[in-house]
Nanobody, 114 residues
Framework: QVNLVESGGGLVQPGGSLRLSCAVSGSFFSINGMGWYRQAPGKQREFVAMITRGGITNLADSVKGRFTISRDNAENTVYLQMISLKPEDTAVYSC????????WGQGTQVTVSS
């Protein structure tokens, strides 16, 4: 059993910042890829960012220059630092971890509004 718990979402004004965290717990040897997707109301889920165990990252074009993904392998945690947030960033953000298969968190709401 592998569990993922996200935290750090909330309401922020345009131009503001948030830092999401996703802690992974359970029975596994190591975590390979970790990352984030998001889903806005009425839209399909979209890729946001990913990071390999070795620290190689990839981000969606829409968030490059504003979002940073990082991870702490010792703590089995992945982070998403978001700055210069825009209303179009409003969505439920879900993290994933690739262990024996891909596991997902429940999601955390990020709302960017004045």
């Amino acid at each position: 059993q592998v569990n993922l718990v996200e935290s750090g979402g909330g309401l922020v004004q345009p131009g503001g910042s948030l830092r999401l965290s996703c802690a992974v717990s359970g029975s596994f040897f190591s975590i390979n890829g970790m990352g984030w997707y998001r889903q806005a109301p009425g839209k399909q889920r979209e890729f946001v960012a990913m990071i390999t165990r070795g620290g190689i990252t990839n981000l969606a074009d829409s968030v490059k220059g504003r979002f940073t993904i990082s991870r702490d392998n010792a703590e089995n945690t992945v982070y998403l630092q978001m700055i210069s947030l825009k209303p179009e960033d409003t969505a439920v953000y879900s993290c994933y971890a690739d262990v024996s298969r891909r596991y997902w968190g429940q999601g955390t709401q990020v709302t960017v509004s004045s």
